[in-house]
Every structure is written in C-alpha cells, then in structure tokens.
C-alpha cells in the first residue's frame, strides 16, 4: 500500500491536506515534501536531453519493485529504445511486464504513415483505460505526447487534446507524470500563425484558378528575418509581395478574397 505524506511547506507553513505519492528517488522525495501529487498530474518540462524520460522511468520502476503498478506510455520512442535506455540503469523492464507490474506502451508514430486530416487522443485513452481496468494501474508516464500533437499543426487544437487526456486522467485518479519539451525551447514562428496557413493555402488555389500564371514564391518569416522584412517594408502577417510586373505591390491579409485578385492574376492567365 502506498505510504502518504502530508505537504506542509519546508517550514511547516505550506498549503495542508495534499496526498503525496513517494516517487522513490533518493533526493527528490525531500525536496517535493513527501513526492508528486497523488491522483494528479505532474509535468516535466525541459529542453532535449535534460532527462525528463528517465527520471519519470526511474518513477514507474521505484514504484514497480515495491509492488505497485504503473504504464509507460511513450510517443517518441519504441519498446526496444526504452527497454535498452532502462538496462543501462541496470532497469529490467521486460521482467517487471512478465510479473504484472508494468506495461509499456509505445503510441509512436511510424515514419512511413501517412497523415491526411485532423486526429485526436480518444484511442490512446481508450488503451489506457483498458490497461489500467486490467493491471490495476495507479501510475502512468506519459512521455512525449506533444511530438505526437504537433503534427496536428495547431496550437490551440494541441492543447485541447493535452485538457482530455488531463481530464481522463483526474477523473481516473492517475497519479501521472508527463514529459513536455519547452516552448522556449522551440522557435516561435510567424509562419505558423493561422492567417498565414490560410495564406500559403490560399495561394495554392490561386495557382489552380490561373494555373498558366508562373511564379515562384520565397517565404519570409517575420520572426525569423525581421531584418529582410524590413527592408523589403513588410510589416504586416502576412503579405503577399508581386515582384513582377514592376512595379511590385505589396498584397496584405491571408488572400482568401479571390475577387479582388483576380483582375491582376487574370492578366497573365491570357493565351
């Protein structure tokens, strides 16, 4: 049976009343008063390479060997990678699976699949539902899922997918741990914005509606070159700039106007 701690601060003056889960990790137990939150979610944040892996794996194998039950559950690595990582630290993970103690879980996708639309985490939960009914699990890592939801290429559609799998997990009174890569740690970029996907989608179509106009097209990343922006006066994301004929104009918005472009675009599209 799991031993609980209170939370009362390092000087006694902290909040009451939080259920503390030991994460068996020679150090950080004291440093979290008594270890993670119980029936709550911890996130692990960091650039590559920090570790946040293997201190979550170190989590699931401490709790493991002293009789309770965790899930791996990975977006980023495969079985085998983990299982090699883990027997560097002198980790069994296969023994701990054939005794019930631990299952791993690898939700990763393969490089030659294809993408085609918009998807969600219901089957990943729908798995860990099933596998925590069936081990009787307390404990899951869920190491990388936003590697996984960046394919969806949307922010605000990323973190709705991180609120239901949060929301299953508490609902399910999880003790989890779940490894993240920082935003510092991943370039902000004008381009990714929505008028300006709208734009480069836009601009396909308008390739398709005059498909005998030829023109090539160099994307400027206001973020990424401001100083090229700058010379070349854009200051609006996005803008569309018509270097020939000359002289050059300067089109601004996500060009889903077709109309009011049409007439220029027409002129070439003449046989």
Do not use: C
């Not at 990678?81 to 939700?107: C, H, T």
């Not at 590697?147 to 605000?156: A, E, N, P, T, V």
């Not at 990714?192 to 601009?203: C, T, W």
């Amino acid at each position: 049976m799991t031993s609980m701690t209170k939370n009362t601060g390092n000087d006694g003056s902290g909040p009451p009343g939080i259920d503390k889960n030991p994460t068996g990790i020679r150090g950080l137990d004291e440093v979290l008063n008594g270890g993670v939150p119980k029936g709550a979610m911890t996130l692990l944040s960091g650039g590559p390479g920090t570790g946040k892996t293997m201190l979550g794996l170190e989590f699931l194998v401490s709790v493991a060997m002293a009789g309770q039950h965790g899930i791996l559950l990975t977006f980023e690595e495969t079985e085998l990678a983990l299982k090699n990582y883990a027997a560097g630290f002198g980790w069994n993970l296969a023994e701990l699976e054939s005794q019930g103690l631990l299952a791993v879980v690898s939700a990763r996708i393969q490089p030659e699949a294809v993408l085609s639309g918009d998807f969600d985490l219901r089957g990943v939960i729908g798995i860990l539902r099933e596998k925590t009914g069936s081990m009787k699990a307390e404990q899951v890592l869920i190491d990388a899922p936003d590697s996984f939801l960046r394919l969806l290429g949307d922010i605000s559609k990323e973190r709705a997918e991180l609120n239901l799998l949060h929301e299953w997990l508490r609902e399910a009174g999880m003790t989890a741990l779940m490894t993240v890569k920082s935003r510092t740690d991943q370039t902000s970029s004008a381009q990714d914005a929505l008028n300006s996907r709208r734009a480069r989608e836009n601009l396909q179509r308008l390739r398709k509606t005059f498909p005998r106009v030829q023109f090539d097209v160099e994307v400027i990343d206001i973020d990424k070159a401001p100083q090229t922006a700058l010379d070349q006066g854009i200051f609006v994301n996005p803008a569309l700039q018509v270097l020939e004929p000359a002289p050059g104009i300067l089109i601004y918005g996500d060009l889903s106007d077709l109309s009011a472009l049409a007439a220029m675009f027409s002129k070439g599209d003449a046989p």
